[in-house]
């Protein structure tokens, strides 16, 4: 399972109930990285991007009830993500956030996919963890005309 999520210097994910910084060629990648495949997510990152997202299958974590769509589904328990899995088990897995879903599935992580602006987000009240126990393999810089902005992969030691 991997995660694909947005940090700033101190992997601070998110300000006032928003992502920290939207970034243009992180979305490109965010589309070519998750198109086709599944992205877990948890409510409140669903409601932020405020729609289900086309030719991917969605699965949102949520302790209440609600109903399903096509390509989306709702879980409650870790073990009830791990049924619906196993009808996708010939596609990628991607965490996309936020925090909360990420600390629930961080031992399961074995990639993190990280555009890391170069940057400190005054304010920011939503981190995930720092990246112990995995180490980075790659990191190239992303084109952005406002911020300086990398593309870095973490595979798990
Ligand atoms: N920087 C980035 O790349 C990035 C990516 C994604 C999101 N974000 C930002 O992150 C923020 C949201 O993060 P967050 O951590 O506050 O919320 P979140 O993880 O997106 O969603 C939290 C919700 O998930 C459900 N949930 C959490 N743990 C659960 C469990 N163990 N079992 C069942 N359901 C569970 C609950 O939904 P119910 O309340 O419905 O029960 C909970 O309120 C947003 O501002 C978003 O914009 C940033």
């Not at 700033?8 to 990285?33: P, S, T, W």
């Not at 112990?132 to 593309?151: A, N, Q, R, W």
Request: charged share 35%; with cysteine.
């Amino acid at each position: 399972m991997k995660l694909l999520m947005l940090v700033d210097n101190k992997n601070a994910v998110a300000k006032d109930g928003k992502q920290i910084l939207y970034i243009d060629n992180d979305l490109d990648m965010f589309k070519e990285y998750t198109s086709n495949n599944v992205i877990i997510m948890g409510r409140k990152t669903f409601e932020d991007i405020g729609r289900q997202l086309p030719n991917r299958t969605s699965i949102v974590f949520t302790r209440h009830k609600r109903e399903e769509k096509k390509d989306l589904y709702y879980v409650s328990c870790v073990a009830e993500l791990d049924r619906v899995l196993l009808n996708f088990k010939e596609k990628e897995e991607f965490v996309i956030g936020g925090a909360s879903i990420t600390e629930l599935l961080w031992d399961r992580l074995d990639t993190l996919i990280i555009t890391r602006v170069d940057t400190v987000v005054e304010g920011a009240d939503t981190f995930i963890p720092q990246f112990e126990g995995f180490e980075l393999v790659e990191k190239s810089e992303i084109e952005d005309p406002d911020y300086t902005v990398y593309h870095e992969i973490w595979k798990r030691k």
